[in-house]
């Protein structure tokens, strides 16, 4: 009995100095966008029992990496806890607590093993270290309108015009054949004709991340071995060449869609088809948002087919987001603690089946969890296909770029990109003068520094399976 009196003494004394470490502490944290600091207040009663207030800067994603950078700069941070996107981990990491740190010291299991590798060994690692955990495991998905695919009248011109059955497209040509299809046809029935799919290339990422994933589907690589850029490639101008040829089935100012206008476009029955990150799915089902709640359908985004007929598949994961703690917080284990709460599987498993929250799974266990197929029990059919493609996209996608001054090329490409949707240069020639700037940058940056942290990522990728496929785009 007085043994147990002791031991309870010692774990009230350890409470009380835990308590007084990060009792009455208000921590500040970049949350990009409300729906991201939603995940954290679903905790705010745990969180709040530990003494911690939360506040929350929604700094729009543009916004983000200058903020967060000119604080680094000058060895402070205003905020605790920091979302960023995983392909500035390379920036950011001189600049974070190593995760191991902050779990040995403060006895937290953080659960890596339960990451699924791609986000796991890419999005929060840099030279061998962890310096994140994963927050939103962005992926692309193929959404369609069943009425457009099932109707008998589609189909059957369909086959009378392409020689092939009417299916959600497995190839990027078919994609592009599909569109040209569907647009100006009343594809659902309504008496109004409709456009022939729907992507976002609005300038700042979206016009990059959409023709990403078409370079990478198109068996493209960033650089090659020797830092030469591979973006102004086979596999690149194919993409870009998809991107112009399907611009005339779009719905007008698609040049200015990011990810609200193009969903809505969507939601609203206006295209039979979309390219979307995954949280398009929640929405697509809640008929407080959506036109087409019993009529949606999900599956993989298109591949190349290579001379065995096989589908070659890498979807893009564009940006995601992972949460790390500035090395200058002050509030260390206050941070910790809360990531350690709002990362845990049923906590991630929770955010990520909430429409509300934008944000997709991310653990193994979640993208296995039974709990799918009760979101929607009147459809089990689209429960068990969403579920199946955020699996196999998360386990076979294909990481965002994650190199020092990641952010500088993107804004190269993606300025070109644009200056070739609005029909100022041919895809070529778009691709080639971006490949020149990241030739540039590559040299302002330091040649030997950027190959070197390019094969860091590079070595990372091919322990995945993934390595240069030009040919599939020939």
């Given at each position: 009995m007085f043994m147990i009196k002791i031991k309870s003494i010692i774990l009230i004394l350890l409470s009380f100095l835990f308590i007084s470490n990060v009792y009455g502490l208000t921590l500040k944290i970049s949350s990009v966008a409300d729906p991201y600091a939603s995940v954290f207040r679903l905790h705010e009663e745990a969180i709040s029992k530990l003494g911690i207030d939360m506040v929350f800067d929604n700094n729009p994603p543009q916004d983000t990496y200058s903020k967060n950078m000119l604080d680094f700069a000058a060895g402070t941070s205003t905020y605790d806890i920091v979302l960023f996107m995983p392909a500035w981990l390379a920036d950011y990491s001189r600049h974070l607590e190593p995760i191991g740190n902050l779990s040995s010291k403060y006895g937290l299991d953080f659960k890596l093993d339960d990451i699924v590798r791609t986000y796991r060994d890419v999005y929060i690692r840099w030279n061998g270290v962890d310096y994140a955990v994963p927050f939103d495991g962005d992926q692309h998905i193929l959404f369609y309108n069943k009425k457009a695919f099932s109707s008998q009248i589609n189909k059957n011109a369909f086959k009378k015009e392409y020689g092939y059955e009417l299916a959600p497209p497995d190839t990027w040509d078919e994609y592009r054949a599909m569109a040209k299809f569907f647009n100006g046809r009343d594809w659902d029935g309504d008496g109004k004709t409709e456009y022939g799919v729907g992507e976002a290339w609005q300038r700042g990422g979206y016009a990059f991340w959409w023709w990403a994933t078409k370079f990478l589907g198109n068996g493209g690589v960033w650089f090659d071995e020797d830092m030469n850029p591979l973006i102004n490639g086979?596999?690149?101008?194919?993409?870009?060449?998809?991107?112009?040829?399907?611009?005339?089935?779009t719905p007008p100012?698609?040049?200015?869609?990011?990810?609200?206008?193009?969903?809505?476009?969507?939601?609203?029955?206006?295209?039979?088809?979309?390219?979307q990150w995954a949280s398009t799915g929640k929405s697509a089902k809640d008929p407080n948002v959506s036109n087409i709640v019993n009529d949606v359908g999900a599956t993989l985004v298109p591949g190349s087919r290579d001379k065995y007929g096989s589908i070659y598949r890498r979807p893009g994961l564009p940006t995601g987001w992972i949460a790390g703690i500035p090395k200058y917080s002050k509030n260390k284990e206050a941070a910790a603690r809360v990531l350690d709460i709002i990362s845990t599987p049923e906590a991630s498993l929770q955010a990520a089946m909430?429409?509300?929250?934008?944000?997709?799974?991310?653990?193994?266990?979640?993208?296995?969890?039974?709990?799918?197929?009760?979101?929607?029990?009147?459809?089990?059919?689209?429960?068990?296909?969403?579920?199946?493609?955020?699996?196999?996209t998360a386990e076979t996608g294909f990481p965002d770029l994650q190199v020092p001054g990641t952010?500088?090329?993107?804004?190269?490409?993606?300025?070109?990109?644009?200056?070739?949707?609005?029909?100022?240069?041919?895809?070529?020639?778009?691709?080639?003068?971006?490949?020149?700037?990241w030739n540039k940058i590559t040299k302002r940056l330091g040649f030997a520094k950027q190959k070197k942290a390019w094969n860091l990522q590079y070595n990372a990728l091919k322990s995945l399976g993934i390595k240069y496929r030009p040919e599939l785009a020939r």
């Open positions: 086979p596999s690149g101008i194919k993409a870009l060449e998809n991107t112009l040829a399907i611009k005339p089935y100012g698609t040049a200015n869609f990011g990810y609200p206008e193009l969903e809505a476009a969507f939601l609203n029955g206006e295209v039979p088809m979309v390219i909430l429409s509300t929250t934008y944000v997709d799974p991310w653990r193994k266990s979640s993208y296995y969890s039974d709990e799918w197929s009760n979101l929607w029990p009147n459809d089990p059919v689209y429960s068990k296909d969403y579920a199946a493609a955020l699996r196999t952010y500088e090329y993107w804004n190269s490409l993606d300025r070109e990109i644009s200056e070739a949707i609005a029909g100022n240069k041919t895809a070529e020639e778009a691709l080639d003068e971006a490949a020149k700037e």
